[in-house]
């Protein structure tokens, strides 16, 4: 491959990072025309793709996401799906969704977030959602956080054969937000009403006053202090009434 080709192969399949700028795009989508990121500013929203419509795994997840909607929503986050199939295949999977699968005991679901046509690939090209590798045709199963600055805060990315765990999904983003709102960190498989992690002494004077501080800290070493956060404080603040 000469040097032009590995410039245009690496534009084509460019990828996000986190902390960067959702990458604009305008698409076409089963509720209408999107402007994104911009249509979303204020909101935190989840930008995900699946490789294909009428795929099994792919039924079950949109089966999945569709019945959590409102969970999403009250965390004041939107859902964006994406594959590289056209409108009417959306419309058409959608509705046999609704009316014939039913999938671990939900069933006439209604999905009623936005499904993204690709057909032309440019929006899942922008996203890194080729990789071709797994797939030169089809999107993997990413998934973007991107805040309500429009900033990318979290990417998680599935092969085709996997199907994504929702709750991690739901617990990453509530995760984010209680780090934004209470200046924490969050430890490894944290949930509401776990202690958290309180950010690292930036200096050996705050390393020191932290070992001593009457404060509620259980420091087990300078660089290790948790203290508790009440789980009602942190839905009652990140979740809408
Ligand atoms: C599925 O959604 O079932 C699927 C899609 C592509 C490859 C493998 C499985």
Known sequence: MNTTETIHEEQSFSMPRIGDKAPEFKAVTTQGDINYPSDYKGKWSILFSHPADFTPVCTSEFITFAHLEEKFEKANCSLIGLSIDGLYSHIAWLRTIKDKIEFNGMKNIEVKFPLIEDISMEVAKKYGMIQPGESKTQAVRAVFFVDPNETV???????????????????ALIAMQTADKFNVATPADWNPGDDVIVSPAGSCGVAEERMTSSEDLDCKDWFFCTKKLN???VLDTILKK
Do not use: T, V
Request: proline content about 5%.
């Open 153 to 171: 805060r979290a990417i998680i990315y599935y092969p085709l054969s996997l199907g994504r765990n929702f709750d991690e999904l739901y617990r």
């Open 231 to 233: 789980k009602d404080l």
